[in-house]
């Protein structure tokens, strides 16, 4: 995989990454609710105006575009177990942002993922 190639991968990779821990901080600022008929209206737009989810909505119209552009410079199948990379940043961006708990089985189940991808990387 050549330089260009690799950026436009991990890119779209953060890309998504940060479209899902946005997306978190929005749901965090609406708090818990119900999903009934009666929430649907108020709490969708009390989540459509919230600014982190706007900016996550807008991270994954951009991770789009250049993940198109990663697959159209990578093979699929090389490209598409690294969003697995997404995982490994989300567990460790959520627990320092969000102060979710990193067990020993999350930290070894994240290297066996920077495992895989190691081994695909080099195929």
């Not at 969708?44 to 807008?58: R, Y």
């Not at 697995?84 to 070894?108: D, H, K, M, P, T």
Request: net charge positive.
């Amino acid at each position: 995989m050549n330089p260009v190639s690799l950026v436009c991968i991990l890119l779209g990779v953060a890309l998504n990454a940060c479209a899902q821990l946005l997306l978190k901080a929005g749901t965090n600022a609406v708090g818990h609710f119900d999903f009934t008929r009666a929430n649907i209206l108020p709490i969708g737009f009390k989540l459509a105006t919230q600014w982190p989810v706007i900016g996550g909505l807008a991270c994954y119209v951009i991770s789009v575009v250049v993940w198109i552009l990663g697959l159209s410079r990578v093979d699929v199948s090389i490209a598409y177990p690294m969003l697995s990379l997404g995982y490994v940043v989300n567990a460790f961006a959520a627990w320092y942002l969000f102060g979710e708990v990193l067990s020993l089985q999350r930290l070894i189940g994240i290297g066996i993922i920077l495992l895989g991808v190691v081994v695909l990387a080099r195929s």
